[in-house]
């Protein structure tokens, strides 16, 4: 199993991708008109394993990811960003 620590609206946690999953890599886009990030997990011959409604990926477990997450400056995803009040 491949595990990531990733910020969901109601906190911490993990998720994980199964060990067929050769590349795992990260999108923004909406869910229920929210800005969210998905990550998308590919395999070789199965579907692909998908994680929406994210905030944020441990920056520890960044280097998994195929590409990175879009942060501010000051390293906080811009996602979890524009939830922030200013």
């Keep these: 199993m491949i595990e990531l620590r990733v910020r969901k609206p109601d906190g911490w946690t993990t998720v994980s991708f199964p060990d067929d999953v050769v590349v795992i890599s990260v999108a923004g886009g909406k869910v229920d008109n929210q800005l969210c990030l998905t990550l998308t997990g590919e395999r070789a011959d199965d579907p692909r394993t998908v994680e929406t ?5 441990d ?3 960044e280097h998994l990811l195929e590409n990175t997450v879009p942060r501010t400056g000051d390293g906080t995803s811009v996602v979890l960003d524009q ?3 200013e």
């Design 53 to 57: 409604g994210i905030l944020d990926v």
């Design 59 to 61: 920056e520890r477990d």
């Design 83 to 85: 939830l922030l009040p």
